[in-house]
């Protein structure tokens, strides 16, 4: 049976240079998630470094056969999965997040041939946002590829950002042309009234002083 256990991260930074990052211990098909708010379209990078404990040098140790899943749900959309991938003990991952809202992180550690019993000590690094870098907080290297796909998602970004704020831009100027135009139709319309009337106003009393005049009534 798999047991679970959850705990609440600190908010994550919007800088990648700013990295988030904790330690926790697991046994093997156990679960623990991490509860998080993200704002929409917001890229979220991640490091992963998992040991197992090895009972005859009392030390935790890198063990290639491990993996871990990592799952993230959107909790407010009823835990619709947005990534549920596996990856190696010292590998990393990448997802954007879709809508604005909390999302669930979970991991679990697993073996492919079916392994139970074991502890293990995890490294979790997790950083949102934009930026040239992704640092390790454990060794201070760059994740290179993953760094050249941030920056190209991120140009990607920028140029979507980009024409929404031209979009909008062109929205307010029409709008803004709307609005013109409408109160002018209403300021002429009332004015073209106030002639109507006072042609009206004016032509009965000129038809009554003539009336007058030629003693018709």
């Not at 379209?41 to 871990?68: M, R, S, W």
């Not at 991952?93 to 392994?115: I, R, V, W």
């Not at 992704?134 to 941030?150: E, P």
């Not at 004015?191 to 009534?217: A, E, M, N």
Request: glycine letters at 4%; proline letters at 2%; charged letters at 25%.
């Amino acid at each position: 049976m798999k047991v679970f256990t959850s705990v609440v991260v600190g908010p994550l930074l919007l800088l990648l240079q700013a990295v988030n990052c904790l330690h926790f211990y697991l046994d093997t098909a156990q679960t623990r998630c991490f509860f998080e708010e993200l704002p929409r379209n917001t890229l979220v990078i991640g490091k992963i470094d998992a040991q197992e404990f090895n009972e005859h040098t009392n030390q935790y140790e890198k063990n290639p056969a491990l993996n871990l899943r990592i799952a993230v749900m959107e909790t407010f959309d009823n835990d619709d999965k947005v990534a549920d991938q596996y990856a190696s003990s010292n590998g990393d991952f990448a997802f954007t997040s879709s809508e604005a809202g909390e999302h669930k992180f979970c991991l679990t550690p697993t073996y492919a041939d079916g392994t139970k019993g074991k502890k293990h000590r995890i490294f979790f690094d997790i950083a949102a946002g934009s930026s040239d870098d992704y640092i390790d907080s454990k060794s201070s290297r760059k994740v290179d590829a993953l760094t050249l796909k941030v920056q190209t998602l991120n140009k990607k970004l920028d140029q979507i950002h980009f024409e929404q704020e031209y979009i909008r831009q062109r929205e307010a100027h029409f709008r803004d042309q709307s609005e013109s135009t409408n109160s002018r139709v209403v300021k002429w319309g009332f004015i073209q009234l106030v002639v109507l009337v006072g042609t009206c106003f004016y032509q009965l009393r000129h038809l009554k002083s003539f009336f007058v005049k030629q003693k018709i009534v």
